[in-house]
C-alpha cells in the first residue's frame, strides 16, 4: 500500500464528505473510475465518483450505515442493508457531475485484487484508499469503452 496523498481540495465537498463516512464506517472500500485516473497524476474530467466495495455481508453494512449517514436516498431507492453484499450489485444516485456509483463489482478485477496494492490520500485525516495503478489499468481494459482505453495509454505513457 502506498503512501497517503494529501487532497483535502481534489474532489467536491458532497464527494469527500461521502468518502469520509465510508472511512468513519469501517467501510472496505476503493476509489476507482475517472476520479482514481486524476489521483494517479492525469488530468481529466469525470462526471460521477465511482466506489468499489467488498461485496461480503458484514461489509455491506457498513457501507449501508455510511450511505445513510450522508444522506443518500436509500429508502426511496429500496436499498436495504444487505445490498452490496452481492458481487455484481450497485447503487447510483445524484445528478452530474455529483453522480455517485457504489459498485460491488467492477470489470476485469475482483475487490481483493484491487485493493492489495491500493494507494490512500487524505481527506479530513482519513486516509481513504483507491485502487492501484495496475489494477486500474487492467480494469479499464476490460471496461473497454473508447475513454478507458485512452485512460489506458495514458496512464501507461507515465
Known sequence: ?????ASEDLLPQDFADLLVELSE??????VVGGWAVVLHGLVRGTDDLDVSVDPSAANSKRVFEALSAFG???QAHGVAPDHFATEGDAYRFGV???KVKVLSQISGVKFEEAAK???FF?????????????ALM?????????????????LERK
Open 96 to 98: 452530474p457531475p455529483l
Open 122 to 134: 487524505g481527506i479530513s485525516g482519513h486516509r481513504i484508499p483507491y485502487i492501484g495503478r495496475l
Open 138 to 154: 487492467k480494469n479499464k481494459r476490460a471496461a473497454g469503452r473508447h475513454k478507458d482505453l485512452a485512460d489506458v495509454e495514458e
Open 117 to 119: 496494492d491500493c494507494q
Open 25 to 30: 464506517a469501517g467501510a472496505e472500500f476503493l
Open 1 to 5: 500500500m502506498g503512501p497517503a496523498v
Open 72 to 74: 443518500a436516498p436509500l
